[in-house]
Structure formats: structure tokens, C-alpha cells
């Protein structure tokens, strides 16, 4: 069963969503009424101390532009009373966990309250309830379309160089929308990512939820369990489980919010707590290509959570020995055996691009960093027959390996950082579908070539390296996988801060 980590990726290619695009707000008119001017000293003080997360620094432009072009009267209440908008809006949400997010980040409780407080009120009620209601409504209604959008945490934030396009999204627009509408449902299901994955995961998260909560289906499992293990789990020990489950899927489909809704190419994605690598054979979103891959060891080579593009491709390459790589592994062993080099087929290269003789002195010019040490191409290159260039700070590709083994263990966080593939062809085949002349037989010949031959791709495709660790399926299984680097970690950690989130200039 192909695993539809990116199996979306192709959806948000085929499906249009209703993304609410930019327009322009032009009135600003000053207020009016004492109403007017309560709501603009709120707006402009950046602050409303009765919301959960008082800070509006994350909102504040957004509240001035549209309350100003309202002339600074009530989006939500006619009258003094909460309008059908409003009640639509609050009932979502309340229910937003739903959604993996949680509803007392946007005040659904106390919005309840008010609506009740507001609708009891005889005579109608006063200006600061009305104003409170109004403020936390919108506030709460911007920061849950936002962070549906492109998640709460910035994907800077938590990885530097994980940077995607920019897509527009008009936050007054979506707010204006919202306010007029009786269907608040489908403007945030508007603003989730389209993707096929993200809605099972969704599903996954309400039935993982629902089964925490179901004392008889606990009881049933616990019956099940105990038939299986050596070792009965406990209700209590069971709940837990279950609890980390959740959270281990809502930090996960807060990652699914950081991708753009839409690709001009499809992209390569390489998911690192899986061990996996999917990319399309064609525009059918079921036909994709998808293998196993190792990554960088979890203890001090992790492979970096960043995005590129693929240019070209090198057959039959040399690889050029990492200076650390070089230092701490092979010239030790050089030095204690000097026939080292020749039996693996290195050999050391001088600052003019000459292969020097394996001298000592040559030795000290390695170590030096006046000479390097790079291995031939051939049946004993640790890049195998072909590589993968998307140039990057960090010097990471993806590679064929010689170590095939590997492929086959459950957990293969085995490299320096590079990503090794298990079907290297078969990637060189789908990037090289446009040109000419590259059948899997010249790709298996040109991968067994004596000198390196490098092919520039027709365009650059993009390669997406995330770190996912909860993966559902169609048939409504999911799999779980270790925080082998502990990013899910650090994520929860941010997500604790609350609003307003730190944006990617001023990472904490």
C-alpha cells in the first residue's frame, strides 16, 4: 500500500481550493460612536486583557484595516446581539480540535459565554460587553484561518532553512467573509491544505480522540492487548498511550499546514522519521514512486529539514571525502595501513586538481586542508552509481550506496546527513522522463561508466526533505514513528509559547 505522505502533493496540483485571494480594504473611517472609540483604543493598544493570549501584535494590522474600512462599528452583533455569523463561527470553534487545534487558544469557551450573556441582556447590552465580544471574535477568527493556513508555528521558526513560496492569503478579506457568512464550515475547511493525507490524518485524530474517551472500547482493547502481550497494559497506561498518540498527530498536522497549497512541479519529498522517499511517475496521483532511503545518524549527523531543487544529476561520480570525514575516519586508518587508500580506491588530490602519490607529506596536506581526499568511481563508491544534486548550505544529495543491507532494517538513520536511495535508477528515470535518449538501459549503463558524467535537468524540480513522524494510510491504518531527532519535541515546545508566535526575524 503506497503511503500518501505526498500522495496530496499531486491533489493540490489537480484540485482547486477556495483560497480567499487579496482585495483591498480602502475606507478608513474614524469612529463615531463611544463603541467606536472603545474598539479603537483596544486595536491600537495592541492588547485585550480578557482573551487567553492578550497580545494582538500578531493581528492588530489586520483588526485596524478591516474595523477601519467598518467605519469601527460591530462585525458580529446587530442590536446588541450576537449575529447568525457569529453563532456559526464560535460553534466551530469549539469544536476545532477537531481540526488538531485547540479551542481554548481561541477563547471558545468565554465566546460562548458572552453570546449567552449577550442574548440575555435586557435592555440591550452595554457598549464594553458588546466591544469585548466583537474584538475577541475577530481575533480568535483570524489567528484559527491563519494558523489553518500556514500553521501556528512558523516553518522558519522551527527549521531555518525549511523555506516554501510565499502564497498570498488575505487576512482581512477572510475575516470579512467570515463575519457575513452563516457557513463558517467551509471557509475554514477553505483555509486547511488540500491534501488527502492531511484529512486522514484529521480522521485519525478524531478516532484516536474518540476512543480515549469510550471506557467500553478501552475495555475491548485492553481484552485484545491482553491476548497479544506477555505483559497486560493498564487502562491508566492505555489512556497515556493514546494521549501521545494525539499529540504526536497534531504536531503533525501542524507540519502539514507549512506546505504550500499548490505546486507548479510536483516535488520530491523525503520524510526522515519514516525512512522514505515518495515522488510522481505521472499526473496520476496514485502512481507514485516511493522507496525506502537512510538518513543521517540520530546522534551526530542528522540529515537538516530544508527545501531545494534538484538540478542535475552526476553518474558514475567521485566522492569527494567530507574534511571531517576525512580527518577522524579515513587518515587514521591511512596512517596505520598505507595501502588503505589503494585497496579502497582513494587517492589524494592537490589544490591544482592533480592526484598526488600517498606519502605521508601528502598525508599532512590533507590534514592541513591543502589537499583532499576523494574516492574513484566504481563498485567501491559510497555514492554508488549516481547522484542527485540540489545545491544546498549544508552539502547534503541523495545518492545511490553500495550498502544494500541497510535498506532493510527498520530503523536507517546510518549517514553522514546525505540521504542514500534504494532505487536510484528509478528516481534517474522519473527526472530524466523528458529528454531524449535516457531508457532504463543507458541509466543502468551510464551508472557503471568508468568517469563521472553529470546531466543537467530541463527544469529544477523541487525536493521537500520534512520530518513527519505519523503517516496514515487508506485503509484507515496509521503508522507512528519515533522523534528520532527530537524536532516533534522542540515543536511542542514552541507551541506552548501561545500567541502571538515568534515570526521567523526574531526565532527564540
Known amino acids: 500500500m503506497i503511503l500518501l505522505l505526498v500522495r496530496l502533493v499531486l491533489v493540490a496540483l489537480l484540485v482547486t481550493r477556495g483560497v480567499v485571494q487579496p482585495c483591498r480594504l480602502n475606507a478608513q473611517l474614524p469612529p463615531t460612536t463611544p463603541f467606536g472609540e472603545a474598539l479603537q483604543r483596544i486595536v491600537l493598544a495592541n492588547r485585550h486583557a480578557p482573551q487567553r493570549w492578550p497580545q494582538l501584535s500578531d493581528v492588530a494590522a489586520d483588526l485596524r484595516t478591516v474595523y477601519a474600512a467598518n467605519g469601527w462599528t460591530p462585525l458580529w452583533t446587530r442590536g446588541g446581539q450576537p449575529t447568525r455569523s457569529a453563532l456559526s463561527s464560535i460553534a466551530e470553534l469549539a469544536q476545532i480540535d477537531r481540526r488538531g487545534l485547540e479551542p481554548s487558544d ?194 551526530d549527523h542528522k540529515t537538516p529539514v530544508f527545501s531545494g531543487a534538484v538540478r542535475y544529476l552526476i553518474f558514475s561520480p567521485y566522492w569527494d571525502v567530507p574534511p571531517s570525514i576525512a580527518r577522524t575516519e579515513v587518515l587514521p586508518k591511512a596512517r596505520k595501513n598505507v595501502d588503505y587508500l589503494t585497496r579502497n580506491a582513494f587517492e589524494i588530490v592537490g589544490s591544482n586538481e592533480q592526484v598526488i602519490p600517498t606519502t605521508s607529506g601528502a598525508l599532512d596536506a590533507v590534514s592541513a586542508g591543502r589537499a583532499r581526499i576523494r574516492q574513484r568511481p566504481g563498485a567501491q563508491n559510497a555514492l554508488g552509481g549516481v547522484k542527485f544534486i540540489f545545491p544546498n548550505a549544508f552539502n547534503v544529495y541523495m545518492h545511490d550506496t553500495p550498502a544494500q543491507a541497510l535498506f532493510g532494517e527498520a530503523r536507517r538513520d546510518f549517514s553522514h546527513g546525505c540521504i542514500r536511495l534504494s532505487q536510484p535508477a528509478a528516481l534517474a528515470a522519473l527526472l530524466l522522463r523528458d529528454q531524449p535518449g535516457w531508457d532504463s538501459t543507458r541509466i543502468a549503463a551510464e551508472m557503471h561508466r568508468a568517469m563521472p558524467l553529470q546531466v543537467m535537468l530541463t527544469a529544477p524540480v523541487p525536493v521537500h526533505v520534512v520530518y513527519a513522524t505519523v503517516v496514515a494510510r487508506d485503509d484507515g491504518s496509521v503508522a507512528f514513528h519515533d522523534d528520532i531527532y527530537g524536532h516533534d519535541r522542540r515543536l511542542r515546545a514552541l507551541l506552548k509559547g501561545g500567541y502571538p508566535y515568534a515570526a521567523p526575524d526574531r526565532r527564540p
Open 106 to 299: 481561541y477563547d471558545a469557551e468565554r465566546l460562548g459565554e458572552l453570546v449567552r450573556l449577550l442574548s440575555a441582556a435586557a435592555p440591550p447590552a452595554t457598549d464594553d460587553r458588546v466591544v469585548a465580544f466583537d474584538v475577541m471574535l475577530s481575533t480568535a477568527a483570524l489567528r484559527s484561518l491563519h494558523s489553518l493556513q500556514y500553521g501556528r508555528v512558523s516553518a522558519r521558526v522551527a527549521h531555518a532553512d525549511l523555506r516554501f513560496p510565499h502564497e498570498p492569503w488575505g487576512a482581512p478579506e477572510a475575516l470579512r467573509a467570515l463575519s457575513g457568512t452563516t457557513d463558517a464550515a467551509s471557509h475554514f475547511d477553505a483555509a486547511e491544505p488540500p491534501y488527502q493525507q492531511y484529512r486522514l490524518l484529521v480522521d485519525a485524530l478524531v478516532r484516536n480522540r474518540a476512543l480515549a474517551s469510550d471506557t467500553v472500547q478501552l475495555r475491548q482493547v485492553l481484552r485484545d492487548t491482553t491476548r497479544t502481550r506477555d505483559t497486560p497494559e493498564s487502562m491508566g497506561t492505555l489512556r497515556r498511550r493514546l494521549d501521545a498518540r494525539v499529540l504526536q498527530i497534531t504536531t503533525t498536522l501542524e507540519r502539514w499546514r507549512w506546505l504550500p497549497h499548490r505546486f507548479a512541479v510536483p516535488p520530491i519529498i523525503v520524510n526522515i522519521p519514516a525512512f522514505e522517499l515518495y515522488a510522481f511517475r505521472s499526473a496520476n496521483e496514485r502512481d507514485v514512486l516511493r522507496m525506502n532511503v537512510v538518513v543521517g545518524e540520530a546522534y
